[in-house]
């Protein structure tokens, strides 16, 4: 790693940057505290503008970092917040649809570089999806440069009007520590048992339960499963909206599917999975499909988003909302253990060839060195 005081380009003083961030999911808020992290050790100054929560969930004034309380909002107080915070800033980098929003709103009028990395696309439906479509565009044409985490978002970014838009790399989410106690042989029978799933096949889901996260169509699959014998046991870990309804299809339908609430503990839930599930309307570079593939996992995903790409041969994919199609993958798969081991070697080998942290930081900071060189004297 390049030394702390090192990273000076072009003889000049240190590089002043801005991250901002939203609320943000899990993924970018593990991203901009590993960027962050990255940025500082090669001598850049960061402020990191996100909300006071965020800073207790990531911690970035642990890395070196400033950090600024500004609120997930675009009220006028916000931005001004923003706006004082950017105002001696080389370069600012925005997290995000609406962090980028704010920043763009901060930066109007001024010559700062602009770089906005679409981690995602936000979900809506009605006025609400056409507003965010808005915010799209007005976003793609305030940045200087567009990082898209797929080559879909990069290729939305071109057609919603971006100057520049290129494929970011962005890090597997970082496997945590293990102690004794989390040693996978100890682990998988303790957390199996836990869950009610000794002595039968089980299998993980998690996010969000919300419309788009395709569980209707997980709960239809589950009735092919129950003929099995012993059938096996479908466990989601998220919270959301859809919840009641799930419950109430699961009670009538005596369905072998269990809903954990919120967990932190996914990767431990998948330690002791036989299948893991992702059954989204779209996802970029899910979190989870990157678990599953790092822990050895048997994935089946929807063909959708940035999942083929990320993925690779490494998981059966299927349409979304067709639970026929999932069903059978699973069916073929429970049966198959041949091609579980494959898909295993498949995803160590796919999980080996994403990009780094150090990899990561290194791209970031050749874009910023390119926005912030200076200009040749003629």
């Known amino acids: 790693m390049t030394p702390a005081s090192s990273h000076s380009p072009h003889g000049r003083s240190p590089l002043r940057t801005v991250q901002v961030l939203g609320g943000g999911n899990a993924a970018t808020g593990a991203h901009v505290r590993s960027l962050t992290t990255g940025l500082v050790a090669r001598g850049v100054r960061v402020t990191v503008c996100a909300p006071v929560e965020a800073e207790h969930t990531y911690d970035f004034t642990g890395t070196g970092a400033a950090h600024l309380h500004v609120p997930r909002s675009s009220d006028p107080a916000s931005v001004a917040a923003l706006r004082a915070a950017c105002a001696h800033a080389d370069l600012v980098h925005a997290h995000g649809l609406h962090a980028s929003f704010r920043a763009a709103l901060a930066l109007s009028g001024k010559p700062t570089p602009l ?185 089946v995903a929807t063909r959708v988003g940035g999942t083929p790409e990320l993925v690779g041969d490494a998981a059966e994919l299927v349409p979304y909302g067709n639970a026929r199609a999932l069903a059978d993958a699973v069916l073929r798969l429970l049966a198959d253990p041949a091609r579980r081991e494959q898909l295993r070697a498949r995803g160590a080998r796919q999980a080996a060839g994403w990009p780094t942290e150090d990899e990561t930081v290194a791209q970031v900071l050749s874009v910023y060195d390119e926005l912030t060189r200076p200009l040749p004297l003629i």
């Open 115 to 299: 770089v906005v990395t679409w981690h995602d696309r936000a979900h809506a439906e009605g006025p609400r999806a056409h507003f965010l479509r808005l915010l799209e565009r007005r976003v793609a044409k305030a940045a200087t440069v567009v990082l898209g985490t797929t080559s879909a978002l990069v290729d939305l970014a071109r057609r919603t009007g971006a100057r520049d838009a290129r494929l970011a790399a962005v890090p597997p989410p970082a496997r945590p520590a293990r102690t004794d106690s989390g040693d996978p042989d100890r682990l998988r029978p303790k957390v199996r048992a836990e869950l009610g799933a000794t002595g039968r096949p089980l299998m993980v889901a998690a996010g969000a339960l919300e419309r788009h996260r395709g569980h209707r169509a997980l709960l239809d699959a589950a009735h092919a499963w129950m003929r099995l014998d012993p059938s096996p046991l479908v466990v989601i870990a998220g919270e959301g909206p859809l919840r009641p309804e799930l419950q109430r299809r699961i009670g009538a339908e005596d369905l072998p599917v269990r809903l954990l609430g919120r967990r932190d503990d996914v990767t431990d839930l998948l330690a002791a999975a036989d299948i893991a599930l992702l059954t989204g309307r779209w996802a970029a570079r899910s979190r989870f499909a990157q678990q599953a593939l790092q822990a050895g996992v048997p994935l």
